[in-house]
């Protein structure tokens, strides 16, 4: 089973619309965090947020915003006002408790999001 | 401070060959890691290290090695290469587990 959903694949938005990315994620832990990565054309994968599983206050920065939602296990991203700079792969992570082996890692396959200008 | 860096950036191999990839990081972190991404399924993990002397296994480690001899570098070799590690390769760090791993720039790697 997934841990981290992005049901988005693609998505296409003309500039200066708002868009929102969605990021399920499963978990039994009660400490964890979630992450949200920027990939653009590029390559490199560029860190964007870090909120752990306590603090449920949205968080503003610039034109981006996250929504946490533990009711629903959500970390949505929203970026108001798209701008062409922000066509990338948006990548949702969570990070729980190391088990003895394996994974404690985990990201989503990732939204391509496209600004058209 | 260069982060995290990576060597090659890029390579092509013939099946069946040896390759190791090279990660450093300059940040003094305890825990590196080891990705490849492919289309459509994101990063998987493939190796990861706690610390200096320490290798534990990821996701996806068949066909892969990794040794972490000094703390700032975390090696991962193909032993004998196949088409399906074909794939763009991400090494990591992070000071903690919990902690945002910074990645390096990656490696493209084909095999033929």
């Known amino acids: 089973a997934q841990k981290v959903t992005q049901a988005q694949t693609e998505i296409s938005v003309v500039e200066k619309e708002d868009v929102t990315l969605d990021c399920v994620y499963e978990t039994r832990d009660t400490t964890y965090y979630l992450f949200w990565y920027k990939q653009p054309p590029s390559g490199e994968l560029v860190f964007l947020i870090r909120?752990?599983?306590?603090?449920?206050q949205n968080e503003i920065s610039g034109r981006y915003s996250w929504n946490f939602q533990k009711s629903t296990s959500s970390f949505n991203f929203t970026i108001t006002a798209s701008q062409v700079v922000d066509s990338a792969v948006y990548f949702c992570?969570?990070?729980?408790?190391?088990?003895?082996?394996?994974?404690?890692?985990?990201f989503g396959t990732g939204t391509s999001l496209t600004v058209i200008p | 401070n260069a982060g995290v860096t990576q060597t090659p950036k890029f390579r092509v191999l013939k099946t069946g060959q040896s390759m190791t990839l090279l990660c450093a990081q300059d940040m003094n972190h305890e825990y590196m890691y080891w990705y490849r991404q492919d289309p459509g399924m994101g990063l998987r993990l493939i190796h990861y290290?706690?610390?200096?002397?320490?290798?534990a296994k990821g996701e996806v480690p068949d066909g892969y090695n990794v040794s972490r001899l000094k703390k700032q570098n975390f090696l991962l070799g193909l032993e004998s290469a196949a088409p399906s590690q074909t794939s763009v390769y991400f090494c990591?760090?992070?000071?903690?587990?919990?902690?945002?791993?910074?990645f390096g720039p990656g490696t493209r790697l084909t095999v033929l």
């Open positions: 290290s706690v610390g200096e002397g320490t290798t």
């Open positions: 990591a760090s992070s000071q903690a587990a919990y902690d945002t791993q910074y």
């Open positions: 992570a969570l990070s729980e408790r190391p088990r003895d082996t394996g994974n404690q890692f985990y």
């Open positions: 909120r752990n599983s306590f603090d449920e």
